[in-house]
């Protein structure tokens, strides 16, 4: 059900958070507006400068890396999933590992998550959840097995 122009559905649903303008177009179509009118709240909310997917794009992914939600490809995969262009993730994540670093998120992750992890004493299963884990979240096989040798672990 409609309520308002879709360029005043827009500015609410911008003013919860931001969105990549491939979201909010599929937000718009659910409530039933017409393609016309969304392309339309498109254009003015661009000029305006209140729809900005690199923008949105560098927010997002800053704030995946900060809180330790997603590194790597589970980023690209996030992004990608809201609509932001190739090139544009692949800027943004080029810019951000300049600022994060594989193994210092995955540190901070570590001693967040898994505190009282021992590699050394754990089992193999145990083992396997962990970077089970840790894959899921984007980081690289490789950075994870040599955070975890630094403890003296995964010798195989």
């Known amino acids: ?9 827009c500015l609410r649903v911008l003013a919860l958070r931001d969105h990549a303008e491939a979201e909010l177009r599929r937000k718009l179509e659910r409530k039933g507006y017409q393609e016309e009118e969304v392309e339309a709240s498109v254009v003015r909310l661009k000029e305006l400068g ?4 690199l923008r949105f794009a560098r927010a997002f992914a800053a704030s995946q890396l900060r809180n330790g939600k997603g590194y790597g490809v589970r980023l690209k995969m996030e992004l990608a999933r809201r609509g932001v262009a190739a090139a544009i993730v692949d800027e943004v994540l080029s810019e951000l590992a300049q600022e994060y670093g594989e193994s210092d998120l995955l540190a901070q992750v570590m001693e967040r998550r898994y505190a009282s992890f021992d590699p050394t ?24 097995f040599k955070k975890l040798d630094g403890h003296g672990c995964c010798d195989e």
């Open 1 to 9: 059900m409609q309520r308002g122009s879709a360029f005043d559905c």
């Open 121 to 144: 004493t754990a089992t193999d299963k145990e083992k396997r959840k962990v970077i089970g884990y840790l894959q899921r979240k984007g980081f690289s096989l490789s950075a994870i």
């Open 50 to 53: 209140y729809l900005d997917d």
